[in-house]
């Protein structure tokens, strides 16, 4: 959690006191509203399971990311309702891709229709669902915003890449439904964020 | 009597200096003519690398189909074996010779390498033919120079995207790849990242891709690594693209050279698109296949002078617009995409590739030492790292 931006830099030590009481009292304060850069740490377990929302490349990309920070994931390209069993969250990855379908075999409105479904189980098994859009720009347009809005309008933590969101449609979709809300700048940054948001994860070297 | 005399003598004079003057055009000529051919005889002349210390052994691509052998298209393969058991790596440069980062990653690896362990085969000019003619209407420059690290010149011939003309002439009209009967346009014919999986009968291109197939059959490769580069407007840049089955592999490197501040796109392998290394070898033959794209003003559209400055330095202030324009796929700083950016890039791919590969699949490790990483490159330079 970064507490540097409520740090005491007035003169005055009493008020520095009431500030920094303050805040804290606000950090605390479940019915704070939290501004896009600040850091909930709502945490989540694992095993996690990871899929993709339209088959993009970087639902791979991903999975390094998360092998890296060290997460237990449970990597289903094609997962449907019988994959929630043995997990206790669910990562979608957001972003249609026409090669990975291709190459997947799968048409558009078959990969929506998996979605759907997972979507609708994890919801009945009330596991969390959080969405990752990493491909920035490339992964929004006519392929990939179906794909994105579905998984974005089942997440509870939205997390955006930078370049992904510059017309603020994850944004407006987060705030509609009350969903946390991150953008980050670069993929590696996902490292640590994962680990934060999965705290029982150990790095591996 | 007199004037006659003086006629004969004038016309006598005016007679031997016809004869200096054609004598002097035909020597214009002869020289021209020699020069050309000269100029035409070098470009077949092969420059000599120097590999290292820990070379196990040479051998040509015709080893592994005859019929390349006396062909333009027969080239040098270094083998190097490390101490360990392990799996086997196969990078190639020079598959198209127009695209000096590949070619010349292909070297610093052939003139640096030492394996621990498995086994690393090399192929620094894949498509020989390719470096024996640069492109017509291209104004590429025959060769460039970099200083070795004893301060040796080292002259690096450019080729081109395709096998000489002159070993597969006349193109058809269009080309049907084998074995998908997909259609390109002709030139393609002779483009061997167009031609795999190859065919043992088929044209010069055609053959050469069938050799380098056959290596990765025989010799059990694990793993290929195609080194190329790119146009800054291309959309795929600075990138890797993978076939499925190397995506895992990929996707880890990916995120490795993100560690060392290195951005990379995963590009998947188009599923119809034929004829392509990654393609092709990743469906005809065991191995996990990529290839890695840098990104050169060199290739582009939009590029001013060529000469060897730019093949170097890579520095285009039509680049720099056009970047300043939001019009490219790349950053492109105004300083250029200098060959050691290029060449820092690949030599760091092909390391965290392998060691993704060591990493996932022990029994298949391929580990080596003595190969700079994108920093030793940025640093000390291109030609340091040669001999
Ligand atoms: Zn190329």
């Known amino acids: 959690m970064n507490y540097t931006k409520y740090s005491i830099g007035s003169s005055s030590l009493q008020l520095s006191i009431i500030l920094f009481c303050t805040a804290i009292g606000l950090l605390l304060s479940p019915a704070y509203g939290f501004s896009e850069d600040s850091v909930r740490v709502k945490t989540y377990l694992q095993p996690v399971l990871l899929t993709?929302?339209?088959?993009?490349?970087?639902?791979?990309?991903?999975?390094?990311?998360?092998?890296?920070a060290g997460l237990d994931i449970k990597y289903r390209p094609n997962a449907t309702a019988d994959s929630l069993n043995d997990v206790k969250a669910v990562i979608l990855v957001a972003g249609g891709s026409s090669k990975g379908l291709g190459a997947a075999k799968i048409d558009v409105k078959d990969e929506e229709s998996r979605i759907k479904k997972l979507v609708k189980a994890a919801e009945k098994a009330k596991l969390p669902v959080l969405v990752f859009h990493i491909g920035g720009e490339?992964?929004?347009?006519?392929?990939s915003d179906p794909f994105n809005k579905l998984a974005a309008d089942a997440g509870e933590l939205i997390i955006v890449i930078k370049g992904g969101d510059d017309d603020g449609m994850?944004?407006?979709?987060?705030?509609?439904?009350?969903?946390?809300?991150?953008?980050?700048?670069?993929?590696?940054?996902?490292?640590?964020?994962?680990?934060?948001?999965?705290?029982k994860a150990e790095a591996k070297p | 009597m007199t004037t006659k005399t003086s006629q004969i003598h004038k016309t006598s004079t005016v007679d031997v200096k016809a004869l200096r003057r054609s004598a002097l055009y035909s020597l214009f000529i002869g020289i021209a003519v020699f020069a050309a051919g000269a100029d035409f005889v070098e470009q077949r002349r092969v420059e000599p690398l120097f590999p290292s210390f820990s070379l196990s052994q040479t051998r040509h691509l015709s080893d592994y189909?005859?019929?390349?052998?006396?062909?333009?298209?027969?080239?040098?393969?270094y083998i190097f074996n490390g101490r360990q058991p392990g799996g086997t790596a196969l990078i190639l440069g020079g598959t198209h010779p127009n695209e000096p980062a590949g070619y010349i990653s292909a070297v610093v690896l052939v003139e640096n390498l030492a394996v621990e362990q498995g086994r690393i085969i090399v192929i620094p000019r894949a498509n020989a033919s390719a470096f024996t003619a640069t492109e017509p209407q291209e104004a590429f420059p025959a060769v460039f120079t970099l200083t070795g690290r004893r301060g040796k010149p080292r002259l690096f011939r450019i080729g081109s995207r395709f096998t000489n003309l002159l070993d597969g002439w006349p193109d058809p009209i269009v080309y049907r790849h084998h074995p998908s009967g997909?259609?390109?346009?002709?030139?393609?014919?002779?483009?061997?990242?167009?031609?795999y999986p190859g065919r043992?009968?088929?044209?010069?291109?055609?053959?050469?891709?069938?050799?380098?197939?056959?290596?990765?059959?025989r010799e059990k490769v694990d793993l290929v690594i195609d080194l190329h580069e790119a146009a800054p407007e291309y959309p795929v840049i600075d990138a890797l693209v993978a076939h499925e089955r190397a995506m895992n592999i990929a996707a880890m490197a990916i995120v490795d050279l993100q560690m060392v501040g290195l951005d990379f796109r995963l590009e998947p392998s188009p599923p119809n698109f034929h004829g392509l290394i990654h393609r092709e070898l990743g469906d005809f033959t065991g191995a996990q296949a990529m290839l890695l794209e840098s990104a050169g003003a060199l290739q582009g559209r939009l590029r001013g002078a060529t000469n060897e400055n730019l093949v170097i330095k890579s520095k285009d202030p039509f680049y720099t617009q056009a970047a300043r324009l939001g019009k490219l796929q790349v950053p492109f700083p105004p300083e250029g995409i200098p060959l050691e950016v290029r060449v820092g890039r690949h030599l760091e791919a092909v390391t965290l590739i392998c060691k993704s590969l060591s990493d996932a699949e022990p029994a298949k490790a391929v580990l080596f030492k003595n190969v700079p990483d994108y920093q030793a490159v940025i640093e000390k330079g291109v030609g340091f790292w040669l001999q």
Do not use: W
């Not at chain 2, 393609?188 to 031609?195: F, K, S, W």
């Not at chain 2, 088929?202 to 059959?217: D, F, K, M, N, S």
């Open chain 1, 52 to 68: 993709s929302a339209g088959q993009a490349a970087d639902v791979m990309i991903l999975r390094g990311l998360a092998l890296r």
């Open chain 1, 138 to 143: 490339a992964r929004r347009g006519a392929l």
């Open chain 1, 170 to 199: 994850f944004k407006k979709i987060a705030a509609e439904r009350k969903a946390a809300y991150r953008s980050v700048d670069k993929q590696i940054a996902l490292v640590d964020v994962l680990k934060e948001i999965f705290p």
């Open chain 2, 65 to 77: 189909l005859s019929s390349l052998r006396n062909t333009h298209c027969d080239t040098d393969i």
């Open chain 2, 182 to 195: 997909q259609i390109l346009s002709g030139n393609e014919t002779r483009n061997l990242n167009r031609a």
């Open chain 2, 200 to 217: 043992a009968d088929g044209t010069l291109t055609e053959r050469t891709a069938y050799a380098i197939a056959e290596i990765v059959r």
